[in-house]
């Protein structure tokens, strides 16, 4: 009997392998086929050209206006094994995006996920238009994310387990997440207070030797960070003064309001791209909270655990534990809400910064399907796919030069495809503003001999007395003529233009049409 069990447990594992590995694949396929479709992004060019430095002449001191070191070593190391090609820049995202699949599978093999949690988290994951388009993109952030999940998956399999090298891991997978970006302290702080809360109210209970396994995890995360903040230990001044460095830079930037939103511009992202997962987001949280008591369960605890300490002088409850898979519904919906107010709190509003939000928002969906009927479960999971599939293939793969959508935040227009031609035909040219990204990075191998970033603006005069037969003027820096040459203009980058929409935005929702807001080059060409 216990063998013809085991026989069908094996089954049905291998088909939910066998499904995952197909959404892998397709995960796979949607975030690195046509990486060339777009135009080079102003940061992915600048994080590309850094990583190309690195690699060929050894510079890099970190600045946290280009956050983290992890990111450029990382391309640095796939440009000296597979050469510098557009392609790599673009492939090295995508495969990062497409491992949170089979990082699933180890959370339902811990069983804090079940198997059709696992099924309609991967799927969502595979196809969700946000964490699809940001993988296609040469960023910090989906490498952070990446890190910062298997750092979760290590301390509750640590939990389960109590080995002692799933806090080594968790040290390791935090240090790699630490060495991208300056807010992953509040990420990590997110975490770690949850399970101080649920210690605390006896729900969770660490091992034995969790202090001696937190020195462990500690030591590995110092040494991490301690290599690549000091460029391999080339700079160790900057290890002590990184924290310093990144909390002045980026509160400069909070009080300066570069990309202000408001407190809820991001649940307005999830509405126009992530509809279903937000929606079933908010039933799985009725569902606890009300159905199941949830908050009732919050309050009795709470009056235990003070009646504890005033009565007993107890600082923590007597361990109880909650079911494995309804604490981490628990804590995945706690990650939800702190991460919504951290980044609807931070000024700067970029839609990249929604994948550290839509994640934990992943896995509080799945958790309303699991209270729904077979056939209900069946009709949900069709229509959530439907949208998904569409607003991802619209965002990622739609041939229009200009998408007028705000996932694309300022991003360069494919008009510059037409001005490259003309630098590769001239002899001298000059890029007059400190505006040139992207064509460092394109102009990379020729050494740049034949242009001149001069990062500034240039009299007429000198563009005479210097001999350029080819130049390139920012819209309000540049000149109405220059003798000899003839001016065409080209759109540099582009945005969602909310001034031309926001009298329309029903219309807008359905049709995703409008005019883009942009800046523009003029190119003058010598006659």
Request: charged share 15%; aromatic share 18%.
């Amino acid at each position: 009997m216990f063998t013809k069990v085991a026989k069908v447990a094996k089954k049905h594992d291998s088909v939910l392998i066998g499904t995952l590995l197909l959404l892998f694949l397709i995960g796979l396929c949607v975030r690195v086929i046509y990486p060339d479709l777009r135009v080079f992004h102003i940061d992915e060019a600048i994080h590309a050209w850094m990583s190309y430095e690195l690699w060929m002449n050894g510079t890099y001191i970190y600045d946290p206006k280009f956050h983290g070191p992890f990111l450029y070593y990382l391309m640095a190391a796939a440009f000296s094994i597979f050469g510098d090609t557009d392609a790599i820049v673009r492939l090295i995202p995508g495969i990062a995006g497409a491992c949170f699949v089979p990082i699933v599978y180890l959370l339902y093999k811990i069983s804090y996920i079940s198997k059709n949690q696992s099924l309609v988290v991967a799927l969502f994951i595979t196809i969700s238009p946000h964490l699809v388009y940001f993988s296609r993109f040469f960023r910090h952030d989906i490498f952070q994310l990446l890190f910062v999940f298997l750092c979760i998956v290590c301390i509750f399999a640590y939990i389960e387990r109590k080995k002692w090298y799933f806090s080594l891991f968790a040290g390791v997978f935090a240090a790699c997440a630490l060495c991208l970006k300056e807010e992953v302290p509040a990420t990590l702080c997110i975490i770690l207070s949850f399970l101080g809360i649920m210690v605390v109210l006896g729900k969770v209970k660490l091992p034995k030797a969790w202090m001696r396994d937190s020195v462990i995890a500690f030591v590995a995360m110092v040494s991490i960070g301690y290599m690549f903040y000091t460029s391999l230990f080339s700079h160790p001044e900057i290890f002590f003064n990184a924290t310093h460095m990144g909390l002045n830079y980026w509160l400069g930037i909070q009080a300066e309001c570069r990309l202000c939103g408001p407190p809820y511009w991001y649940i307005s992202m999830l509405v126009l791209y992530e509809l279903p997962i937000l929606v079933l987001g908010i039933v799985s949280a009725y569902i606890w909270f009300v159905r199941k008591n949830g908050l009732k369960r919050i309050k009795d605890l709470l009056s235990s655990y003070l009646v504890e300490v005033r009565h007993h002088k107890r600082f923590s409850l007597p361990y109880k534990p909650l079911s494995k898979q309804e604490l981490f519904f628990i804590f995945c919906l706690y990650w939800f809400i702190l991460s919504a107010f951290l980044y609807g709190f931070v000024n700067e509003k970029v839609p990249w910064l929604l994948i550290h939000q839509l994640l934990p928002l992943v896995f509080v969906a799945s958790y309303a399907l699991e209270e729904l009927s077979k056939r209900k479960i069946k009709i949900a999971v069709v229509l959530c796919t439907l949208y998904l599939c569409v607003m991802m293939v619209h965002v990622a793969f739609i041939p229009i030069s200009d998408l007028h959508e705000p996932i694309v935040q300022v991003q360069n227009s494919e008009q510059l495809r037409d001005i490259m031609p003309y630098i590769d035909t001239a002899q001298n040219v000059a890029i007059v503003t400190v505006q040139y990204w992207p064509f460092p990075w394109y102009y990379r191998d020729t050494g740049n001999n034949n242009i001149s970033f001069y990062g500034s603006w240039l009299s007429p005069e000198e563009i005479y007395e210097r001999g350029f037969d080819l130049v390139i003027a920012y819209n309000s820096e540049s000149y109405l003529e220059l003798d000899g040459f003839t001016k065409e203009s080209y759109q540099r980058s582009y945005w969602f233009n909310w001034d031309e929409q926001k009298e329309r935005l029903v219309e807008w929702f359905f049709l995703r049409n409008g005019e883009v807001g942009y800046d523009w080059y003029d190119v003058f060409r010598k006659e």
